[in-house]
């Protein structure tokens, strides 16, 4: 799996958003978010089409 340098920005901007309210709940998300990809690539074809290479899957963090 490959990021996208703009999906890594908004990750990281996410966390740096969230973390000075409360680290743990911003850090389970980025946790969340990462678990996901991982599903993601062992699993290219799991979740809804959405073009051509593009599957989406949904997760509540």
């Known amino acids: 799996m490959i990021w996208a340098p703009e999906a890594l920005q908004d990750v990281h901007r ?3 958003f969230l973390a ?3 680290p743990w709940p911003a850090s389970r998300a ?3 978010i990462r678990e ?3 599903i ?4 290219l ?5 959405d073009g051509p290479g ?3 899957l ?3 963090i």
Do not use: F, L, T
């Open 45 to 49: 074809g799991a979740g809804r089409r």
């Open 54 to 56: 593009i599957s989406k």
């Open 40 to 43: 993601i690539a062992e699993n």
């Open 58 to 60: 949904a997760h509540r």
């Open 20 to 22: 000075p309210k409360d």
């Open 14 to 16: 996410m966390y740096r």
């Open 36 to 38: 996901w990809i991982q």
């Open 30 to 32: 980025v946790n969340a």
